[in-house]
């Protein structure tokens, strides 16, 4: 059985920085890209960044560039998103997924980002 667990959300105050891991199991980690996505208050899904198998690549959305990284362990079967100069806006529900496309969803970790 597929499972991805997603940890290390919590309250941070802006400019602050927070490290999200996302544990995998029940498949083959290394065989597939992966993602992290969030959703905000009131507001779609959206994507954060992804990661092709073997760090090949990496994708990020406009708003984040040059205050996250993406990244993976293979050996340990878990995904991470490094979140520095974090901002009010990147208040959200933030969930790991497997896939470039994303077509299965972790339960999704609470980051909040308030003075």
């Known amino acids: 059985q597929m499972q991805l667990v997603e940890s290390g959300g919590g309250l941070v105050q802006p400019g602050g920085s927070l490290t999200l891991s996302c544990s995998a199991s029940?498949?083959?980690?290394?065989?597939?890209?992966m993602s992290w996505y969030r959703q905000p208050p009131g507001k779609d899904r959206q994507l954060v960044a992804r990661?092709?198998?073997?760090?090949?690549?990496?994708n990020y959305a406009d708003s984040v560039k040059g205050r996250f990284t993406i990244s993976r362990d293979d050996a340990k079967k878990t995904l991470f998103l490094q979140m520095n100069t974090l901002k009010p806006e990147d208040t959200a529900v933030y969930y790991c997924?497997?896939?470039?496309?994303?077509?299965?969803w972790g339960q999704g970790t609470q980051v909040t980002v308030s003075s």
């Open positions: 997924a497997i896939g470039w496309s994303a077509w299965y």
């Open positions: 029940g498949f083959t980690f290394s065989n597939n890209a």
């Open positions: 990661i092709a198998v073997g760090s090949s690549s990496t």
